[in-house]
Nanobody
Framework: QVQLAESGGGLVQAGGSLRLSCAAS????????MAWFRQGPGKEREFVAA????????YYADSVKGRFTISRDNAKNTVYLQMNSLKPEDTAVYYC????????????????WGQGTQVTVSS
């Protein structure tokens, strides 16, 4: 059974930075794309970023493009999300997930999810 554990969330002022980590255990990490999603207060879950396994190609939501960077370390079974120039609207619980096929921005195309880590950006 694959387990995903996010860490690195916290409270930060607008304009600040945070780096989220997602460690995978108990199953296969290699061979699968990984992604970050988020769910803000009163909002639906939304795609943030994804990274493929072999080439490391990345995909981003328009709202975070140029500010967030997703990366992965296959040797450590870990995926990262570097978040810069944070805005209050980035406040959300951030989840990492393992892709199972199909479009990267669709949440139902992911089989395994972490418990989430809270990111709060104050104005």
């Amino acid at each position: 059974q694959v387990q995903l554990a996010e860490s690195g969330g916290g409270l930060v002022q607008a304009g600040g930075s945070l780096r989220l980590s997602c460690a995978a255990s108990g199953g296969t990490f290699s061979g699968y794309a990984m992604a970050w999603f988020r769910q803000g207060p009163g909002k639906e879950r939304e795609f943030v970023a994804a990274v493929t396994w072999r080439s490391g190609r990345t995909y981003y939501a328009d709202s975070v493009k140029g500010r967030f960077t997703i990366s992965r370390d296959n040797a450590k079974n870990t995926v990262y999300l570097q978040m810069n120039s944070l805005k209050p609207e980035d406040t959300a619980v951030y989840y990492c997930a393992r892709h199972s096929g199909g479009a990267y921005y669709v949440g139902t195309n992911y089989t395994y999810w972490g418990q989430g880590t809270q990111v709060t950006v104050s104005s």
